[in-house]
């Protein structure tokens, strides 16, 4: 894959820089609300620990087959190294990664995703990374009465995103890059496997 061309953040994300527009591209009309089009990688560490050796460093990471990471969202269609999804200019296509285990055994951290254009129009502006901080969201309670979870805890957590900002309709090729953390021997502590990434094409119409 080769290196994306940077590109521009939408307004309403980080930015990083900026990218000119060559008279060539479509200066797309975004319109003032945008639906949030939420997707979730899940991805078979357990495979990827036995038959991939680690990329040492974040910005080498070692390329995995697509077919060992699962992306789940409403009305999308995908396959082993494709999704499919309607959408429209302007919408925000928001990525989260978790472990088959809910990152709770072995689990992952998203850290990038790298686009590439298949075509000479940007489809997806860059990604870029959003935190958001919940003081009160809710947990199950090991200790509840009824051994059901409930009634929930309350406990700070941090959710991390990655979002784009979708351009165009058409074909975009991104790379997810992920750090991978599995239990030692203890059972209490994750320690880090290592980086890797996936290469996966998303059509919009």
Not at 13 to 23: E, F, I, Y
Not at 62 to 77: C, S, T, Y
Not at 154 to 177: C, L
Request: hydrophobic content about 40%; aromatic content about 6%.
């Amino acid at each position: 894959m080769h290196p994306p061309a940077h590109r521009a953040a939408p307004d309403n994300l980080a930015r990083t820089g900026n990218r000119k527009r060559s008279s060539m591209e479509s200066e797309a009309v975004i319109p003032t609300l945008s639906r949030r089009i939420g997707m979730l990688a899940i991805v078979d560490t357990q495979y990827i620990k036995h038959h991939y050796a680690p990329g040492l460093t974040p910005s080498t990471p070692a390329i995995v087959n697509p077919e060992h990471m699962f992306i789940a969202g409403a009305h999308l269609r995908s396959g082993a190294g494709t999704l499919e999804f309607h959408a429209r200019v302007g919408d925000i296509v928001s990525i989260r990664c978790t472990s088959a285990a809910h990152n709770s055994n072995d689990a992952v951290i998203l850290y990038k995703i790298q686009t590439q254009p298949a075509a000479t129009e940007i489809v997806l502006d860059s990604f870029e990374q959003r935190i958001v901080t919940r003081r009160n969201a809710v947990a199950a309670d090991p200790d509840s009465a009824s051994r059901d979870g409930l009634p929930a805890l309350e406990t700070a957590v941090n959710f991390s995103s990655f979002s784009s900002q979708i351009r165009a309709h058409g074909t975009e090729e991104i790379r997810i890059e992920f750090a991978l953390y599995a239990l030692t021997q203890g059972r209490q502590t994750q320690s880090l496997v290592g980086y890797y990434c996936c290469d996966l094409n998303i059509s919009i119409a």
